[in-house]
Each structure stands twice: as C-alpha cells, then as structure tokens.
C-alpha cells in the first residue's frame, strides 16, 4: 500500500506540474513588450517637403476640416480632441497630437510625427441610501435613495499604426499641395547684372538752357510828401554809401 501511495503522489504532482506550466504558457504579454524600437520607417512619422511652420499648418487644417477642436499651441505643435458617442452608455474621446521637427537631408522638409489616444468613458448608475430617525416615534427609520449617474474613464489605448494615420497624412498633403505657399529662393540662383550707363544727352534741342540770374538795380531816395515822410527816411537810410558819395556837395556863395 505504501508503494500505491507514493506512486499515486508523484503522478499528482506530475500533473499539478503540467497544469501550471499550461497556465504560464496562456497568459498574456504586456502590450509594452511587443515594442520593437526598430531604426526603420516609423508608421507615426511622415516626411514632408515643406518648412517646419508649413506642416503644421497643414495637420491644423486638416484636423479643423473633420471636425478636431484645436488648442493654440506652438509653432511646431499641434493638439485636437474630438468626441464620439457610440451608444446612450458609451463615450469616446480621441486626442490627436501633432509634433513637426525639421528634416534630416534638406533645410526645406519636415517630419510630421502624429500621435492618437482614444479613452473610453462608460455610464455607472450608483444607488446611495440614508435613514433618518423619528425621536417621536422610537427607534423607527425611513431609508432614502438616491440614484446617481457619473462617466466613468474604463479605458485608454493609442490608436495603433495603419490606414487611420495614413488618410491622415494624405490629408495634410492635400492642404501643402492647394494652399499657396512662399519658397526661399537659393543664393547660386540670384543673378546680378550691372546697369547700362547714363545716356548724354548732345542734341541742341534737348540741351536745356542755363537761367541767368542778375542782381537786381541800386535803389534811389525819392522825394515824397510829408504824409511819406517816415517811409521816405527809411528808404534813404538803405542807400549805399558808395551812392551818397557820388552826390556832389552843395556849394555856399556869399
């Protein structure tokens, strides 16, 4: 009998051994542990050959044109939200979040690096109950309910990679093709180009005539009234003295 018993041990924990080396291989790996951190083409990451400012631009309007409330942000960010209700219970929230850098072989291209969550509300009914007690009536108490409802966050989760950020960046590339734009122009591309000298002019008609200026004449006292008297001092204290030295004098004769 003791033989049996031990036999029957050990196929019991042959079998408890089976049993939990099943289990560890049926649960689940973290999401996390499926990244691969891989140094190709990034499926959230689109090149673009526009300028920084451009290509954020361009993810803004296009999120305002299907509906994405947009935040102001910087130059080079860009953030939306937009909400759906699948059902009368169920909520859903997507938040886009834009990031453009410059490119990595021309000054004129960028990355546009795009980001999706979508969180997940949920309605929950919460009973709360109270009594109250009546002192009149003894220990005697009358419960109270009271229903309460509230959206409850039950989950959050990136949109994965494939043809929902792939219409998003063909729609970003609508707007960088149609709307107009302003491109540097390369210095090897400027070309200067002396002027032609000024042309003399030699014709006698064309040839303008100098302006002759003359001094104006000395001017001269004239005797006036009595009335013009003043006027007439004034006017005779401006004669040069050259003038009134060619006056002869007067001459006395006894």
Request: proline residues 7%; charged residues 15%.
């Amino acid at each position: 009998m003791s033989s049996l018993a031990s036999s029957r041990l050990v196929f019991v924990s042959l079998a408890l051994t089976a049993l939990v080396g099943c289990g560890g291989r049926a649960a689940t790996t973290p999401s996390y542990q499926q990244e691969l951190f891989s140094t190709g083409v990034s499926p959230f990451a689109h090149n673009f050959d526009a300028t920084v400012n451009e290509t954020c631009e361009a993810a803004r309007r296009a999120l305002l044109s299907q509906g994405f409330l947009t935040t102001m942000g910087q130059p080079d960010t860009v953030d939306a939200t937009k909400n759906f209700q699948p059902s009368a219970e169920t909520h859903v929230v997507v938040s886009f979040h834009v990031v453009c850098t410059p490119g990595e072989n021309a000054t004129n291209q960028s990355i546009a690096y795009v980001n999706a969550v979508q969180d997940g509300y949920a309605l929950k009914k919460s009973d709360t109950s109270a009594s109250v007690g009546l002192s009149v009536l003894g220990s005697l108490s009358l419960p109270i309910r009271s229903n309460s409802d509230a959206m409850v966050k039950i989950s959050s989760e990136t949109v994965p990679a494939g043809k929902f950020y792939d219409r998003f960046f063909g729609l970003m590339g609508h707007y960088l093709n149609t709307v107009p734009r302003s491109a540097p122009v390369a210095g090897d591309e400027v070309k200067s180009k002396p002027l032609a000298p000024s042309i003399i002019v030699s014709s006698p008609e064309l040839t303008p005539t100098p302006i002759v200026v003359q001094a104006p004449a000395a001017a001269t006292a004239i005797q006036r009234p009595d009335a013009d008297a003043p006027a007439a001092a004034a006017g005779a204290s401006e004669v040069p003295a050259a003038s009134a030295a060619a006056v002869p004098a007067a001459t006395v004769t006894h």
